[in-house]
């Protein structure tokens, strides 16, 4: 019951997950790693899915909605400005760096399917920016939780 725990919650919130297996279930290392990307893998899929359905969506009835209106002006607010800088800074690799540690999984698949779904290997990098997560966090939380016991 435990791993289907851990498996549905790191499809969801990625970070959050590691101290519950370790401290709270006792999870060895490997098991961590095991169901964590489990669980993250289910999540990259299950939302990138729901993602390109919700785009679909969006730009087949938004269009049919307004398309007696006039387009109105586009209004550039803080948060846009803030949303466009960051995706010209930082790009993919850093929605995928911040996607298992300050985003949540569905909204770093919504963004990467969003704005860079036409690449060959988005999500290849939100996979390996997992995997690569997942050893760091369970790395840190098995190392404090020795340091802990002694």
Excluded: C
């Excluded at 990259?44 to 398309?67: E, M």
């Excluded at 006039?70 to 400005?81: E, G």
């Excluded at 790009?91 to 770093?108: F, K, M, N, Y």
């Excluded at 779904?117 to 920016?129: D, E, P, R």
């Amino acid at each position: 019951m435990k791993e289907i725990l851990i498996i549905f919650f790191s499809s969801w919130k990625f970070a959050a997950v590691f101290p519950i297996a370790i401290y709270a279930f006792d999870m060895s290392f490997f098991e961590t790693i095991l169901y964590t990307n489990i669980g993250g893998i289910v999540g990259l899929v299950l939302f990138t899915f729901t993602s390109k359905g919700l785009i679909k969506i969006y730009d087949i009835l938004l269009p049919a909605i307004f398309r007696n209106r006039i387009k109105p002006k586009r209004i550039f607010t803080k948060r846009r400005r803030q949303i466009i800088k960051f995706k010209a800074k930082y790009g993919l690799p850093g929605i995928v760096l911040l996607t298992h540690v300050v985003l949540s999984i569905p909204i770093g698949v919504f963004l990467t399917t969003k704005y860079f779904g036409n690449k060959k290997y988005s999500y290849l990098y939100m996979f390996l920016g997992q995997v690569t997560w997942s050893f760091i966090f369970t790395l840190f939380y098995t190392e404090v939780k020795t340091v802990i016991q002694i």
